[in-house]
């Protein structure tokens, strides 16, 4: 199990400081929520901001773009030093193209699904992604609560996956507690994305262990 903590929960005046303090925990993946007000109710950060905390961190940048139309900006994120690129299938006309693009800028490409939409939308790509990130809230805001049915889409996506012989990683979003953890792991789950269930519980190093022993 990888834990991807959500900086949307972290002290933005801060962020130096959180990024070592997630390095001493241990952790190896920092997820970066980009809202652009529009795809999402509720605006964040774009690539200056990411490149301002590449400087600081050799954390792999986990970067979640809840943007409209993301292959306008493929490059500047590429440039300001994401590792992996998620962009919306709802927020791309042209999804497989937007994919190329990821790959030819030299990051790793994954697609996020919101609630709403079947794991269908993505299987012919499958075998050209690094990961599919199930979202388990409505995107936007921290601190929502797991929509149940959500947990079914990750058994559905991991058997489709299984079929096809691909090694996608399946990352879920919003929501995930030390409760639901475990479920969500033997569901199929690989990469946990955790905002203030992770932040709001310091120390990080402590919490990163309990989300670590839930899942055994
Ligand atoms: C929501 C973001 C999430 C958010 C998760 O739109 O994509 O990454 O930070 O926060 P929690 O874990 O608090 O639900
Ligand atoms: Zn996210």
């Known amino acids: 199990m990888i834990l991807s903590p959500s900086m949307l929960s972290s002290d933005f005046a801060n962020m130096e400081t959180e990024l070592k303090a997630l390095e001493a925990a241990g952790l190896s993946w920092v997820h970066l929520d980009v809202m652009d007000g529009m795809f999402v109710p509720n605006i964040t950060f774009g690539p200056p901001i990411i490149k301002a905390m590449r400087a600081k961190s050799k954390l792999f940048f986990d970067c979640h773009l809840m943007i409209n139309d993301p292959g306008r900006y493929i490059g500047d994120f590429a440039d300001a030093g994401a590792d992996l690129i998620c962009v919306h299938a709802e927020a791309c006309t042209h999804l497989e193209r937007v994919c190329a693009q990821i790959v030819e800028a030299g990051a790793k490409p994954a697609v996020a699904l919101n609630p709403h939409t079947p794991p269908e939308a993505i299987r012919y790509l499958l075998p050209q992604l690094y990961m599919v990130l199930i979202m388990?809230?409505?995107p936007g805001f921290g601190g929502q609560k797991f929509i149940p049915f959500c947990l079914d889409k990750v058994r559905d996506l991991k058997a489709m996956i299984d079929r096809a012989g691909a090694d996608t990683l399946i990352q879920i979003d919003g929501g995930v507690t030390?409760?639901?953890?475990?479920?969500?792991t033997e569901a199929g789950v690989?990469?946990?994305?955790?905002?203030?269930a992770f932040f709001k519980h310091p120390p990080y190093g402590e919490r990163h262990k309990a989300f670590q022993d839930a899942c055994k």
Do not use: I, K, Q
């Open 190 to 196: 690989d990469v946990l994305v955790s905002g203030s």
């Open 136 to 138: 388990s809230v409505n």
């Open 178 to 184: 030390l409760d639901n953890a475990r479920e969500l």
